[in-house]
């Protein structure tokens, strides 16, 4: 049985303005964007009285740590999953781990030698990415279909299967990767949903096989030819 994830986007703030950041399009499109906890609050709500649980719940952005609300979303997040992280640029070390997370990522190539000291001793909870950004196709790829999407497995657990979802102003997509690709590629009915409706019958099966998935970079296919 494949998990269900989830990931929220819930700021745009970021404090790097990197070039290639693979969510410009999104921090563009909603700037100075901060999720309202009445906006969270109605989405584990509705979860519990349907009675859907995710395996984890990953929270995005911009730069998760700049959400206002982070230490209380995180708190109330646990009602509808045992495991709420984040990918980080590593700016903020302190406040990473002060929320006493199980694990989370920094990207390394957005830190400074000194705040990736500082979290030299959590080697137990962190997992680091080293992958320097890559521009985003300009022209779909040929030949990258199936995708063999390197986000629909656990990056903590290579051999767990995720069903990952991303959630954007009350709508549910197909993947997180279709919100930032949303300037190149149409969203259509098959990749999006709202979030009152049954999305876990929706996209419980995929076949990753969508014109996005030619230009993302979560796609292997992709990634290894540019």
């Known amino acids: 049985m494949i998990n269900l994830k989830l990931l929220i986007w819930v700021t745009s703030d970021c404090n790097l303005k990197c070039p290639l950041c693979n969510q410009n399009y999104t921090i563009i499109t909603h700037l100075n964007y901060q999720m309202s906890m009445e906006e969270l609050r109605h989405i584990i709500d509705s979860c519990k009285v349907r009675g859907i649980r995710f395996s984890n719940i990953e929270l995005i952005g911009g730069e998760p ?53 500082r979290f030299a001793g959590h080697y137990d909870k962190i997992k680091y990415n080293p992958c320097a950004h890559k521009k985003v196709p300009d022209i779909p790829l040929p030949d990258s279909l199936p995708a063999i999407c390197n986000v629909s497995h656990s990056p903590f657990n290579s051999s ?64 290894t030819r540019i």
């Open 65 to 117: 740590t700049l959400w206002k609300h982070l230490r209380d979303g995180v708190e109330a997040l646990k009602e509808i999953t045992d495991d709420v992280w984040f990918v980080t640029n590593g700016n903020d070390p302190e406040l990473v781990i002060s929320l006493g997370l199980k694990h989370w990522i920094v990207s390394t190539n957005q830190c400074t030698q000194a705040q990736l000291e």
């Open 160 to 223: 767990i299967e995720e069903n990952g979802l991303g959630y954007l102003f009350g709508d549910v997509y197909y993947c997180n990767c279709i919100v930032a690709l949303g300037d190149m590629t149409p969203i259509t009915n098959d990749l999006i949903c709202r979030f009152e409706d049954d999305f876990v019958t929706k996209f419980a099966e995929k076949k990753f096989d969508k014109p996005a998935c030619q230009r993302c970079l979560c796609n292997d296919k992709v990634w």
